[in-house]
């Protein structure tokens, strides 16, 4: 089997052309990325969503190659079933409206294993797989969670839900275009918190993965964590 072995400056450019590409051909918004527009109409992939009921009971989303089946409720019943080729299939748990982020990185997600069997010439079903890493989760399922594969799906999902021109005008629309400020290497003051929660509603996602491209791009401002703890703890206190 050929192996996907782009690195992530690759990843990057690709993606980045990709999405534009997406946005010029059907005159998709461009402030934040329309993920299912892109993979139904650029990609030319079904998405369907049902209760996905698998043994592995973290599996989320699921990407189809025609030969392998996956296990749904069907009218009350379990049911194996083979989805053709070109079939994303997502839980219908993540249709909720405050599961908006996850559904749109479930989908990126499938998207990327759609995009690394495509530029490796091969045909391999996948999984995306929801963990909550404070409960026990047996070995194996961590395994298949954190393979390389699994890393790469992720890294093309961020790539394509937030490419690096997206992010930098959602950054000029509520930050003037200037890094946010930082303290100590995670710590943001109330205002920045704003900010990164402005922004990550409009791009749909989380905070976290904003907070890591937002690493990746250079579009943090680093500041003392001494500078926080005088200005928001200790010079209050002098004033109270």
Known sequence: MNQFNMSNMEIEEFCEALVLDY??????????????????????????????????????????????????????????????HKTMVVDKCYLAPDQRERCRFNMAHEAGHYLMNKLCNTNVASFNRDMDLSEYIPTEQLHNAFNINESRANKLAAALLLPRFVVENALKRFNKGEPIRIYGENVFDPEGRVIMKQMADL?????????????????????????????QILESEVYA
């Open 203 to 231: 791009l749909g996602v989380r905070f976290q993965p904003l907070f890591i491209r937002l690493r990746q791009f250079g579009l943090l401002d680093y500041h003392p964590l001494e500078e926080l703890l005088m200005k």
């Open 23 to 84: 946005i010029r051909k059907y005159n998709a918004p461009t402030d934040y990325i329309d993920i299912r527009g892109l993979i139904t109409d650029y990609l030319g992939i079904e998405i369907e969503f049902e209760s996905i009921v698998e043994d592995d009971e973290t599996i989320t989303a699921f990407i189809a190659n025609g030969s392998r089946t996956l296990k749904i409720i069907n009218n009350g019943k379990v049911t194996e079933v083979l989805y053709p």
